[in-house]
């Protein structure tokens, strides 16, 4: 079965510097999709970065980018230059291509971003 | 921009109530997901549906139903809460197809007492 690991329960990062959350995944697939989600306090979870597993190039949006090394199922989010409002729960979330639903998610990191 | 919409934030209920949970999108998305998030471990699929009068068993149904009598509409019905239900209730909605990102409600934090 198809499992994904968040090993940071809980991270904290002074504004303005960078902060990397750990993601690693389970699967005998090789086609996939990877994603991070962000969940800010009493707000709706949205989408942070996508990445599709047959891409060597790592997805970036904005300060959001993400480390994937396929070989060692991994799928680490670096935020740089950290902002108050980047305080959320992230979770790490796995899905096949051939399915048309399916999100496996990892058990979340929260981020507090310390001013 | 796709809007997902539940029916409560907030709410508290007795075992053995029947609770409707209900999730309203207004993009036109032919997938809907029902999700519990309980800390440390994540979200778990409840159930899920691709169609009008359509639904899939997801992670964890059991005590749980629903119905998509609308597109736009999909109810997570509790017949008989418990208080192992309480919990937060996320209502997701995508189009169909691998890309497609699913796009979360507020959520509702369901008490049962």
């Known amino acids: 079965a198809q499992t994904v690991t968040q090993s940071q329960p809980e991270m904290s990062v002074q504004e303005a510097e960078t902060v990397t959350l750990s993601c690693t995944y389970d699967?005998?697939?090789?086609?996939?999709?990877l994603f991070w989600y962000k969940q800010p306090p009493s707000r709706q979870m949205i989408l942070v970065i996508r990445?599709?597993?047959?891409?060597?190039q790592n997805a970036t949006e904005n300060r959001f980018s993400v480390n994937f090394q396929k070989a060692a199922k991994s799928f680490s989010l670096k935020i740089s230059d950290s902002q108050l409002g980047d305080t959320a729960m992230y979770f790490c979330?796995?899905?096949?291509?051939?399915?048309?639903?399916?999100?496996?998610f990892g058990s979340g990191t929260r981020l507090l971003v310390r001013p | 921009d796709v809007k997902v919409t539940q029916s409560s934030r907030y709410l508290v209920k007795r075992t053995g109530e029947k609770v409707f949970l209900e999730c309203v999108q207004d993009m036109d998305h032919e997938n809907m997901f029902w999700y519990r998030q309980d800390p440390g471990l994540g979200l778990r699929l409840i159930y899920f549906s691709y169609d009008v009068k359509m639904k899939e068993k997801g992670d964890i149904p059991e005590g749980y139903s629903v119905s998509r009598e609308k597109k736009e509409r999909f109810s997570l019905i509790l017949e008989s809460a418990s208080t192992n239900q309480t919990s937060m209730y996320l209502c997701?909605?995508?189009?169909?197809?691998?890309?497609?990102?699913?796009?979360f409600g507020p959520g509702t934090r369901l008490t049962v007492t």
């Open positions: 979330a796995f899905k096949f291509t051939d399915s048309s639903y399916k999100l496996i």
């Open positions: 990445q599709e597993a047959y891409k060597q």
């Open positions: 997701a909605s995508s189009l169909a197809g691998s890309p497609y990102e699913q796009y």
């Open positions: 699967t005998s697939e090789n086609n996939y999709y």
